[in-house]
């Protein structure tokens, strides 16, 4: 994986490569039309991309719209733009420049300007009160935003920033029309207008999501006549009987063992390890989890050495265990170094006595509490059972409480819970988007344990503000200890994802995320 810190030299090649080419690699298409029909599992709780870390909406929604900056998928993660023609570094890393196409337009017709980048990142940044912004912690060093005319737009920061030139290509960034957000700053979670590749038509919830291709779409890789998403309870029998053609999220080994053998030649996947964390927050309101000792306690119980291998073969989740920060990328903890922490060592039954001790001596044994778990059964059905099981062996009494989709992601964001299925998605194996899950609630609103550590939020700004590799590594290394023990959140593993397709869908590149390369462009139907 290659550094996140890019220099100013590094930046500005990359600008020069933007300005030569209008829509990059993708500007033809090898066959124009057709309708892709594909299936989601999940139903999006507004259209909001700024608000949500709902796999739904970007499943539905990002292809109505366009970020400042996004990847080039066959050279993840190299960036590219979207509605930037050009962009620079200043030397100091306190400033970024970009410059936008000048024929973009939202679908109701409006030229997109700087200004709608500006309202858009502010939005993001400085949410005013009523807004939710599920990613203003990652902006913390953002300043302001100016724009010195129509088609530049200048970021002025108040220290240097490791993550900010990739946060630019975010895909829940999406840009909105300062028209729309004068009208009512919430106005986005029940309306759509964006400068996206397909333009929305009909959503009948918990049936279908209708878009058609927007015509003055800028790059012009919108290589379909009307896209298609429907909700979906299984992937087999739709796919199998021609309902659906392709599903985004992921794909378990039963399941794909059933498509091969039903399907044939018609059928095809693809593969990669997904940077999404499942986890367990533990809320800190509820009494017993407010004793470290308890919190410890639940997570020595989870035999993860003996129970991931099995459980990844039967539903999509990673092998082995992990900490916060996906294993075998350049900042996380080695092995040795995870394996020494508080519930993560190999032996279950040293780790189930520990646990039971530290119950005793907290005065929990035989603990009574409540897991949310969500009505999707990959892969949620799957750990939480084996989560039953393993809390069980240490005397424990959980009761699982599953719910549709909807119901369960309000109760985690309003705290009516004890413990709760939650994830931790990613679109870049940096410690800022993969630790910032974990800053205190006030700091973050996704952290669902609503935990408040000072700490926490003191290592991680000071990781963030820091350009030296190993200065950062050891300050990351800090931070990922410190959590780890305090057991706000308990970490299950990463996921395994397969992708299954027709093998009449061409043009898609999976990404290591399902909140990436959702938009549909250079995706064709071959008859």
């Not at 100091?92 to 973009?104: I, P, Q, R």
């Not at 009512?184 to 291709?213: C, L």
């Not at 995870?338 to 530290?358: I, M, Q, S």
Request: hydrophobic share 35%; net charge negative; charged share 25%.
């Amino acid at each position: 994986m290659r550094s996140i810190i890019r220099s100013a030299a590094i930046v500005a090649i990359a600008c020069v490569a933007s300005t030569s080419v209008m829509a990059g690699s993708h500007s033809s298409c090898p066959q124009q039309g057709g309708t892709l029909k594909y299936g989601v599992k999940a139903e999006p709780p507004n259209y909001d991309m700024h608000g949500t870390n709902s796999y739904a909406i970007m499943h539905f929604v990002a292809q109505h719209y366009s970020t400042l900056l996004t990847f080039d998928w066959e050279n993840f993660p190299k960036l590219e733009g979207d509605i930037a023609k050009s962009w620079e570094m200043a030397d100091d890393g306190l400033s970024y420049t970009f410059k936008l196409h000048e024929n973009v337009k939202f679908h109701d017709g409006t030229p997109l300007t700087s200004a709608d980048v500006k309202a858009s990142y502010e939005r993001i940044a400085f949410p005013p009160e009523g807004v939710l912004s599920q990613r203003k912690a990652l902006y913390g060093s953002l300043e302001s935003v100016e724009t010195p005319d129509d088609y530049t737009v200048v970021f002025k920061l108040n220290s240097p920033d490791a993550f900010m030139m990739d946060g630019f290509a975010s895909p829940f960034n999406a840009i909105f029309s300062a028209k729309d957000l004068e009208k009512d700053m919430n106005w986005h979670k029940k309306n759509v207008n964006g400068t996206g590749p397909y333009k929305f038509v009909e959503h009948v919830k918990g049936e279908s999501y209708i878009a058609e291709r927007y015509e003055d779409f800028h790059h012009g890789d919108n290589c379909l006549d009307r896209t298609e998403g429907y909700r979906i309870k299984n992937l087999v029998e739709p796919l199998v009987g021609g309902q659906i053609m392709a599903e985004w999220r992921a794909t378990a080994p039963p399941e794909v063992k059933s498509l091969t053998e039903q399907m044939g030649d018609d059928y095809t996947n693809q593969a990669k390890t997904l940077m999404t964390l499942w986890v367990v927050s533990l809320n800190s309101e509820t009494e017993a989890f407010k004793d470290v000792r308890v919190r410890q306690a639940l997570n020595l119980c989870i035999d993860r050495h003996g129970g991931l291998p099995k459980l990844a073969k039967i539903t999509f989740t990673a092998p082995r265990p992990s900490g916060y920060l996906l294993y075998d990328t350049k900042y996380a903890l080695p092995d040795d170094e995870l394996y020494k922490l508080v519930g993560f060592g190999p032996d279950a039954e040293a780790n189930r006595a520990k646990a039971k001790e530290l119950l005793k001596e907290a005065g929990y044994e035989g603990l009574k509490f409540t897991y949310s778990n969500r009505a999707v059964a990959h892969p949620y059905d799957h750990i939480a059972i084996w989560l039953m099981s393993e809390w069980k062996k240490c005397g424990l009494n959980p009761e699982m409480i599953t719910n549709p989709t909807s119901k369960f992601v309000t109760i985690r964001k309003e705290g009516g819970f004890d413990a709760t299925i939650d994830w931790a998605p990613s679109f870049l194996p940096d410690p800022t988007l993969m630790h910032f899950k974990y800053l205190s609630r006030d700091v973050n609103p996704s952290n669902y344990s609503r935990a408040t550590d000072r700490e926490l939020d003191a290592l991680f700004d000071a990781q963030k503000g820091e350009v030296d590799f190993e200065k950062r590594k050891a300050i990351v290394h800090e931070f990922e200890k410190k959590a780890l023990e305090q057991a706000y959140v308990l970490p299950v593993t990463y996921t395994d994802r397969v992708v299954s397709l027709h093998k009449s869908v061409k043009g898609y590149v999976i990404a290591n995320s399902h909140i990436l390369n959702n938009t549909f462009r250079g995706i064709y139907l071959e008859d």
